[in-house]
C-alpha cells in the first residue's frame, strides 16, 4: 500500500505553506478516485469546494462542501470525488511539532468527521490567515494551532464521559436539523425537560447551548461564503440566521471581521 509523506496528496497542489513542523496546502482533486494508502502524518481535509467521500476499512462518509475530516497516521484509506469539482484545505501536523507542544500523537482515535462548530471556525480562521499570509501570520497561525489542538483535546475529553443517550440525539438536531431551533423545540423532539437540556448540554457540548447553535450557524456559513454564487442575504437565511445585522455581529464576535471582509480575501485566490 502507497505510504504518502509529507506534504504529499491526490490532486494538483494550489499552495502551501510550512510553519516550523506545520503543512498547510491547497489542492484541488482531480481524478474520480485515489489508489488506497494511508500517510506518514496525521492530517485534517477541509473541503471548501465540491462532495467527496472518504473511506476506510470501516466507514465511508460523505464529505459535502465544508465538511471537516481527520485522518490519523497509517489509517489506510481512499478518497472518492463525487462531484465535477472539488477541492481542499489540509492541516498536516509533523510528529515532532505535536511532541514539542506536548500534544498526543494520536489527537483523536482513529479517522472521524469533526462535527464540533467551535473546530470548524477555528479552521476558518486558519485558512483564512493562509490566504492572508501577511507579517503577523506566522504568530496568528500559531496561536491557532494550540486552539484547535485544545479544543480536539476537550473534545477527546467529553467523549471520554459516560453521558445520557438523549445526548446523541440533541447533537443530531443542533447538526442536522433545519428548524429554528429553540429550547422548547429541543424539548420536545428529545422528550427531555428544558431545564435538564439546559444544564447538562454545557458538560456534554464545552459551551451553553446558546453559543453552540450560534456556533453552528457560523459553520454552516463558511462553505456559503466560499460560494461567490451566493449573496449575503441568502447566506443569511441559509444559515438560520433571523437577519443580515444579527448575521454581521454574530460573524464579528468570532472573527474580528465581517463576513464581507472574511469574503474578500477568499475571492483573493
Not at 251 to 266: A, D, E, G, L
Request: with cysteine; net charge positive; glycine share 6%.
Amino acid at each position: 500500500m502507497k505510504i504518502l509523506t509529507k506534504g504529499k496528496y491526490y490532486g494538483s497542489q494550489n499552495s502551501e505553506t510550512s510553519y516550523n513542523g506545520v503543512l498547510l496546502s491547497q489542492y484541488t482533486y482531480m481524478g474520480p478516485r485515489t489508489d488506497w494508502h494511508y500517510h506518514e502524518n496525521p492530517y485534517f481535509m477541509y473541503v471548501l469546494q465540491g462532495n467527496m467521500m472518504d473511506c476506510n476499512k470501516k466507514v465511508k462518509t460523505l464529505c459535502p462542501s465544508g465538511s471537516l475530516m481527520f485522518n490519523n497516521w497509517q489509517e489506510p484509506h481512499y478518497g472518492a470525488k463525487h462531484s465535477i469539482d472539488a477541492g481542499g484545505f489540509h492541516l498536516e501536523f509533523e510528529k515532532k511539532w505535536l511532541k514539542e507542544n506536548g500534544i498526543s500523537l494520536n489527537l483523536l482515535e482513529g479517522s472521524q468527521l469533526i462535527q464540533h462548530p467551535q473546530i470548524h471556525f477555528l479552521f476558518a480562521k486558519l485558512y483564512h490567515e493562509f490566504l492572508l499570509s501577511d507579517s503577523y501570520s506566522t504568530v496568528t497561525v500559531e496561536v491557532l494551532l494550540l486552539q484547535i489542538c485544545e479544543a480536539l483535546n476537550d473534545l477527546k475529553t467529553v467523549h471520554a464521559q459516560t453521558q445520557p443517550n438523549w445526548v446523541d440525539g440533541l447533537k443530531e438536531l443542533l447538526h442536522y436539523d433545519t428548524s429554528n431551533l429553540s429550547l422548547k423545540y429541543l424539548s420536545d423532539q428529545l422528550n427531555i425537560h428544558p431545564v435538564h437540556i439546559s444544564r447538562a448540554t454545557s458538560k456534554y457540548l464545552s459551551m451553553s447551548l446558546g453559543e453552540y447553535i450560534r456556533q453552528q450557524k457560523l459553520k454552516k456559513a463558511i462553505p456559503l461564503l466560499l460560494d461567490s454564487s451566493k449573496s449575503l442575504t441568502e447566506i443569511t437565511y441559509q444559515a438560520g440566521f433571523s437577519d443580515q445585522s444579527h448575521f454581521n455581529r454574530v460573524f464579528k464576535s468570532h472573527f474580528n471581521m465581517n463576513p464581507s471582509s472574511y469574503r474578500k480575501t477568499i475571492r483573493k485566490v
